[in-house]
């Protein structure tokens, strides 16, 4: 039957604005995402920092958080006019916290910490009720927040899970086997991977449903680029579990160029950029060694005295940031240095007053590892921290502590080779408490002058280091695997928005009648 006029007229209509199903107009208009981050430093400041990548790509986020973590985004994040914040309450004394303790790294004991995370659940009601009224294209949430999952198959919207951990760890986890010798070998990946402890069975028995529940979202946003967690694993993930990984990482990389914008990142440091920078600025090029074990690990004093003794032996500079006390933010003066005592050697601040700088609190951490003059980082393993490290290109001398970091030292050192161990060998489940083992001062040492001594072992470290650092910059370049990712990604939502949105959508009878 031949069309007539009319007929014709809608036929050209519906072929400029279809393609395959999929509106053009719709593809065209900007997606709409509600983040939600876990109020801990090592999960909200990448997802946040992930966030401005996509406003800065012309889509419209709201990150959903409470009032003092709202006030560390507000300082931390860049402004930008498609980047709001919604803030819910946080049920501090539901649960028994004092007011403004809405963090993890605002606690220093498994008590308060469980209460924190238990107030996290409690956050279901008023961020459901917000998404409701305003309902977004996608939301992207941490994955300790398993709720949310419910929330968002609810109402037919994607959600994006995110854990702040390498794809790597996510494998090795999904497919570890607990070996009947106290190491413990992870069978059915790439490569043979022995790990230096077992993980505990608590920390098992809490990650399991939350993987499974991440299982079932859209997909896994991965704060790292594909070259550092391999293409290997990346097929291992999605073809052991079916489920889609995204590399949008490193997120320390992601709108942030000046020196400011980058001091600014996470909570506000006790000593400022231009001090460290100003005190680095008289050292050699990899000559100080940066200590830092993330805001979740609280060492016994016994520990730190190990590491001054440690350090101080190696002969090396260095600045080592040690976490606040919490309880002890009103003692004067003399009660500090009373308080210090407790984990230095007698004298060691005036014998080390050229050497070294002590922070006690939060510092610029990404400010510090791109100076030259930083030659190695001891650190706890956080993949925040490791990839921020990647991302300057400093060596590794490695020492986990809890939750992934075990796994992610296999991946710096054996996998990768960006670094060396000191040979940390207790696993706990989080960073809090006393300690059964102690690592060494003469652990320390060696694992230090390994990496600084200028050996064929640590100079072939560096220059792969160098190496990564350089892919790490590519990534998230235009045509670089992380940029390449992050534009599929937009592509597939804005598919999945348009393709609901058509079915939703009353058509006509065509031809038209």
Known sequence: MALGKRDSRYLLQYNKSTMGGIYLEEQERPLKLHFIPYPAPGHMIPLCDIATLFTSNGHHVTIITTPSNAQILDNSIPSHRYLHLHIVHFPSHEVGLPDGVENLSAVSDMVNAARVHEATTLLRSPIEQFVEQHPPDCIVADFLMPWVHDVAHKLNIPRLAFNGFSLFAVCAMVNLHHSTSKAAFVPNLPHPITLNATPPKLLTRFMQPLLETEQKSYGLIVNSFAELD?????????????????????????????????AERGQKSVVGAEQCLSWLNSKAVNSVVYICFGSLCHFPDEQLYEIACGVEASGHQFIWVVP?????????????????????????????????????????????????AIGAFLTHCGWNSTVEAVSAGVPMITWPVHDEQ?????????????????????????????????????????????????????????????????KAAKAVQQHGSSLNTFTALIHDLKRFRDRTSLHQHHFPTFPPK
């Open 324 to 372: 606040e006390k919490r309880g002890k933010e009103n003692e004067n003066e003399n009660e500090n240095e009373k308080e210090m005592e407790r984990w230095v050697p007698s004298g060691f601040e005036e014998r080390n007053r050229e050497k070294g700088m002590i922070i006690k609190g939060w510092a610029p951490q990404v400010v510090i590892l791109g100076h030259p």
């Open 406 to 470: 075990f796994y992610n030292e296999k991946l710096i050192t054996h996998l990768r080779g960006l670094g060396v161990e000191v040979g940390a060998r207790e696993w706990t489940f989080i960073g809090f408490g006393e300690r059964k083992r102690l690592v060494s001062r003469d652990c320390i040492d060696k694992a230090v002058r390994r990496l600084m001594d200028g050996a064929d072992q640590s100079l072939a470290i560096r220059r792969r280091a160098k190496e990564y650092a350089t």
């Open 230 to 262: 391999g293409e290997e694993y990346v097929e291992l993930y999605e073809k052991s579990t079916g489920h889609k990984a995204w590399h949008l990482g490193p997120a320390s990389l992601i709108c942030r160029t000046s020196v400011e914008e980058k």
